[in-house]
């Protein structure tokens, strides 16, 4: 399971953020996750639950906001989704295609007191 890696380096990212900034209590972690990373909401959140447990971010509410997958054609300059792998352009069918979104993993804030 993957994503507890991910969640591990996200949580010490905001515990340390957190101690730096003399937040005592977390209560909202939110953070972006593109399809291309292939996590798992659900994962992500019970991977959550056990690392958080004992740290200032136990019980805080993790928002995760999914990114679909978006490609645009380095051709025709077309935006359209990545379904079903297929990366080919469907308005010109140039393969000259690039990822502009569905890679993210970050964290976008957290709230705290």
């Given at each position: 399971m993957h994503e507890f890696a991910l969640v591990r380096g996200l949580m010490e990212a905001v515990l340390t953020e957190a101690e730096n900034n003399g937040i005592q209590k977390i209560n909202i972690i939110k953070i972006v996750v593109g399809?291309?990373?292939?996590?798992?909401?659900?994962?992500l959140r019970f991977s959550f639950e056990i690392l958080s447990r004992d740290t200032?971010?136990?019980?805080?509410?993790?928002?995760?906001d999914k990114q679909a997958l978006q490609l645009d054609c380095r051709q025709c300059r077309f935006?359209?989704?990545?379904?079903?792998?297929?990366?080919?352009?469907?308005?010109?069918?140039?393969?000259?295609?690039?990822?502009?979104k569905g890679q993210e993993l970050y964290i976008e804030y957290f709230e705290g007191e």
């Open positions: 399809e291309m990373t292939a996590a798992l909401p659900d994962a200032p971010a136990q019980d805080a509410e993790l928002l995760i935006s359209f989704p990545g379904e079903s792998l297929n990366y080919n352009c469907p308005q010109c069918g140039s393969g000259n295609t690039e990822i502009v």
